[in-house]
């Protein structure tokens, strides 16, 4: 309910690996299938859940009044499905690299330890989530509220708005992302028509200079109220700007302005490692050629220059520090949530003197809360319960085997506060 895929479930994975392991069937295939919305009838729902409230049981009631939002428009839905992984394909690929021996027909690769069961669950797991991400259909609602929540405090111009969509809409293309009709066939109608509705949902403000009553001289600013929903739809095509975003945010924090691809991995790895659980791992592209591709399109957007002499060496133009901003600017409100997160942690650690703690979603959100009232926080799109619950469970999980846990703490809030750093 945050408008991204939630982790996998395991258990359910297991299960159908069982019933096949006692024979149930000789093969099965897991299909990936995409549901995107241009809007969610559900908002002031997910709106509270994202606030810290429980989320509401269905009732007959609810059904009653629904009949009231059938009448309303909402756009489009969009369903897409991708090429179905075939377990005994799965199974083979995952045996090949543990250097097992394969069967003639692959009827006695069934017997499966537990730890190579759990292995190929994973595996499943992640293919099958990054083909869902792959086919995310990218909608003018998610790219103006990335665009309006990473502008400054001031808010944007209607010009300074398009510029940013355009930059978003420009990496897109050049990685073969599917968009939205409305984008495809009049992107500028649409981006006004998204603007508009959000203006008639009060969720944006729109504020003129001195006495010029012309869109080109308003600007517009998100109601602190209502960020947390921009952020919801923002989610719907952060997977597949999540490679520039990762890149963007590696070359700001290499600090300087000429660098090898090679500099940039440790740093890709990194971030990738300490957003592990938000995204599933690309396990199908290694991180070099994700690195590539993305350097690929910032220099066709003019973001960097190829070096004259050096090989496989870039230069980070005047003009293109801003864009990658723009671009990493995208995973800010995460990384402030996993910060309030470690931070949680080590306040409690500290206070009841064994540093060993497991805190729960909704403890975590009010040391959030206290912290955006204190100003360490910019966006209050950065407390979001369910963020807090996978950042929770991430965090239990890398602790297994740390025998001190506030140094762990301690070292996990000084990298995150040094990739903060480049993005305020």
Not at 49 to 77: C, H, M, N, T, W
Not at 79 to 107: H, M, N, Y
Not at 225 to 248: I, S
Not at 260 to 274: C, N, S, V
Request: net charge positive; aromatic share 8%.
């Amino acid at each position: 309910r945050t408008g991204r895929l939630l982790a996998p479930k395991m258990g359910m994975l297991t299960i159908l690996l069982n019933a096949w392991r006692n024979g149930a069937c000789e093969d099965m295939a897991f299909v990936p299938v995409y549901l995107g919305y241009d809007r969610v009838p559900e908002e002031g729902a997910y709106l509270h859940e994202a606030r810290g409230g429980d989320k509401a049981p269905e009732s007959f009631k609810q059904l009653v009044k629904a009949r009231k939002l059938l009448r309303a428009r909402y756009g489009r839905i969009y369903v897409r499905f991708g090429q179905p992984l075939q377990l005994s394909d799965a199974l083979a690929e995952a045996r090949a690299e543990a250097g097992l021996p394969k069967g003639p027909s692959g009827s006695d690769d069934r017997p499966l330890r537990s730890r190579d069961a759990a292995a190929l669950s994973a595996r499943i797991a992640a293919r099958t989530l990054c083909s869902i991400n792959r086919h995310t259909v990218v909608t003018a609602q998610g790219l103006v509220a990335a665009a309006l929540l990473s502008s400054p405090a001031q808010g944007l111009s209607l010009a300074a708005l398009n510029e940013r969509v355009d930059l978003y809409l420009n990496y897109l293309l050049s990685q073969g992302v599917e968009l939205a009709d409305t984008l495809m066939l009049d992107r500028r109608h649409a981006i006004d028509f998204v603007l508009n509705d959000f203006l008639r949902q009060k969720w944006v403000r729109r504020r003129y200079r001195g006495d010029a009553h012309t869109m080109t001289e308003a600007r517009y600013r998100v109601r602190s109220g209502r960020r947390q929903m921009l952020e919801y739809y923002k989610n719907g095509c952060l997977p597949v700007l999540l490679p520039a975003a990762v890149a963007g945010l590696a070359i700001l924090a290499h600090d300087a302005f000429q660098f090898t691809a090679e500099q940039l991995l440790p740093l890709m790895t990194e971030i990738e490692d300490r957003l592990a659980g938000e995204f599933p791992p690309d396990v199908d592209h290694p991180l070099n050629w994700r690195l590539r591709k993305a350097l690929k399109a910032f220099m066709g957007e003019a973001i960097l220059m190829p070096h004259p002499h050096l090989p496989d060496t870039y230069r980070l133009t005047a003009a293109g520090r801003r864009g990658l901003t723009r671009l990493a600017g995208l995973l800010k409100p995460l990384l402030d949530s996993y910060w309030i997160t470690v931070s949680a942690h080590l306040q409690a650690g500290a206070n009841n003197g064994s540093g060993k703690v497991s805190l729960s979603a909704k403890q975590i959100h009010q040391t959030g809360k206290r912290l955006f009232k204190a100003g360490r926080i910019d966006g209050i799109e950065a407390l979001s319960l369910p963020i807090f619950q996978s950042a929770a469970a991430h965090y239990q999980l890398r602790l297994k085997g740390v025998d001190d846990p506030m140094t762990f703490f301690q070292e996990e809030a000084l990298g995150l506060e040094r990739l903060l750093a480049h993005l305020s």
